[in-house]
């Protein structure tokens, strides 16, 4: 598939929420020190979202999953500290995947604030110390 076509295959307020996952990652990249530009492709069949000009951060993807219609989601790489980072500061603002993702409501507005610090800090991960964060 390509990634022209990617965003057809969704229901429109699935689309219409993941553009706008889509445009606060690009935004939040765009304005954050030693992310540089961002390459979107295709990772196991989802948009994804990777710093590969400066690899100063971990991969993002975003999807829906019909299995779980009433989310979508961000994902990152399960073998970073990511996921256990984004619990230690926002214990209660989201709904998470294990160690690989948030969980976002399509019926409830983006967290841009809370979502956006997250997306910093994915995009940052391999620029600061992030492994020891928290002790974690």
């Given at each position: 598939m390509k990634m022209k076509d990617l965003f057809k295959h969704y229901p429109s307020e699935v689309r219409?929420?993941?553009?706008?996952?889509?445009?606060?990652?690009?935004?939040?990249?765009?304005?954050?020190?030693?992310?540089?530009?961002?390459?979107?492709?295709?990772?196991?069949?989802?948009?994804?979202?990777?710093?590969?000009?400066?690899?100063?951060?971990?991969?993002?993807?975003?999807?829906?999953?019909?299995?779980?219609?009433?989310?979508?989601?961000?994902?990152?790489?399960?073998?970073?500290?990511?996921?256990?980072?984004?619990?230690?500061?926002?214990p209660d603002d989201f709904e998470y995947g294990g160690s690989r993702s948030l969980s976002l409501p399509l019926k409830k507005r983006l967290p841009k604030g809370k979502l956006s610090k997250c997306i910093e800090i994915a995009l940052t991960y391999n620029l600061k110390n992030y492994k020891n964060f928290f002790n974690l």
């Open positions: 219409k929420r993941l553009l706008e996952l889509r445009q606060l990652i690009l935004s939040v990249a765009a304005k954050t020190d030693g992310v540089g530009e961002i390459e979107e492709c295709l990772k196991w069949g989802e948009l994804s979202f990777v710093t590969s000009q400066t690899k100063s951060g971990s991969t993002i993807r975003i999807d829906w999953k019909q299995r779980d219609p009433n989310h979508y989601h961000l994902y990152v790489n399960c073998q970073t500290k990511l996921i256990s980072i984004f619990k230690e500061i926002y």
